[in-house]
C-alpha cells in the first residue's frame, strides 16, 4: 500500500529534550515536506525537499533541522524543544520534479512539549 | 511572504445543494499551483482538486469543480449536490514551481440533513 508513515503518532517530552520525528514514504517520490498545523491555523511548511542531500527552509524553519541522506526518508529533528514546537505536523511526498503533482500525507503527529 | 486567504472560517449547506467556498491568493509568480485538501475529523489530509495556473480551464473531479480567475488571484471551490461526506476542514493552498507551500487557514464546512 502507497503511503507516508510518521512515527511517533503522539509524544509527550520535556522542554530540551532533543527528538526525532521520522517520515518514510514507499512511492519513490522525490519531493518531501513537513508542516505544522496550529489550532485556528492551516499548515505552515517548516523544510522542503526537492530530492536526496536538497533540503530548503519554508516559512517557520526556526528550531527544526531535516536531512534527505535516502529518497525514501525525511526525518524532522527538534534539538531543544520548547513548549511553542507544541503542536500537530505533517510529513507529505509527491512525486516528480514537477510541483503539480498532489502532496500524499502522514497521518500526523501530535507533539507536547512540556 | 506570499499569503493565502480563505475568508470564511465557516460555511453550512444543506444536503444536496451547492456550496462555494472562497480562496484568494498573493504571489509574484507566473507559474504555480494551486489545490484544494479536505481535512475530515480524522484529520488526515486529502487532496480534494488541484489546477496548474498556467491553465485557463476550470478544474473539475464530479461533484467538485473550482473557478479560478488569475489575473484577480483567486480558486473557488463550488461543491454540487452536497453528501454528509463532505463535512470537513477545506484547505486552500498555492505551491510554487519552486516547491514551497503555502496554506490558507482553512473553511469549516457543515452539510445539514
Known amino acids: 500500500e502507497a503511503q507516508v508513515t510518521q512515527n511517533p503518532r503522539y509524544l509527550i517530552t520535556v522542554t530540551g529534550k532533543k527528538l526525532t520525528v521520522t517520515c518514510s514514504q514507499n512511492m519513490n517520490h522525490e519531493y518531501m515536506s513537513w508542516y505544522r498545523q496550529d489550532p485556528g491555523l492551516g499548515l505552515r511548511q517548516i523544510y522542503y525537499s526537492m530530492n536526496v542531500e536538497v533540503t530548503d527552509k519554508g516559512d517557520v524553519p526556526e528550531g527544526y533541522k531535516v536531512s534527505r541522506k535516502e529518497k525514501r526518508n525525511f526525518p524532522l529533528i527538534l534539538e531543544s524543544p520548547s513548549p511553542n514546537q507544541t503542536s500537530l505536523y505533517f510529513c507529505?511526498?509527491?512525486?516528480?520534479?514537477?510541483?503539480?503533482?498532489?502532496?500524499?500525507f502522514g497521518d500526523g503527529t501530535r507533539l507536547s512539549i512540556l | 511572504a506570499q499569503t493565502v486567504t480563505q475568508s470564511q472560517p465557516e460555511m453550512s449547506v444543506q444536503e444536496a445543494e451547492t456550496v462555494t467556498l472562497s480562496c484568494t491568493y498573493d504571489?509574484?509568480?507566473?507559474?504555480?499551483?494551486l489545490f484544494w485538501y479536505k481535512q475530515p475529523p480524522s484529520r488526515q489530509m486529502i487532496l480534494v482538486i488541484r489546477?496548474?495556473?498556467?491553465?485557463?480551464q476550470n478544474a473539475t473531479e464530479n461533484r467538485f469543480s473550482v473557478n479560478f480567475q488569475k489575473a484577480a488571484k483567486s480558486f473557488s471551490l463550488k461543491i454540487s449536490d452536497s453528501q454528509l461526506g463532505d463535512a470537513a476542514m477545506y484547505f486552500c493552498?498555492?505551491?510554487?514551481?519552486?516547491?514551497?507551500?503555502?496554506f490558507g487557514d482553512g473553511t469549516t464546512l457543515t452539510v445539514k440533513p
Open positions: 493552498a498555492r505551491r510554487s514551481n519552486a516547491g514551497k507551500s503555502t
Open positions: 489546477q496548474e495556473a498556467y491553465k485557463q
Open positions: 507529505a511526498s509527491s512525486s516528480g520534479q514537477r510541483t503539480n503533482q498532489p502532496q500524499h
Open positions: 504571489t509574484s509568480e507566473s507559474d504555480y499551483y
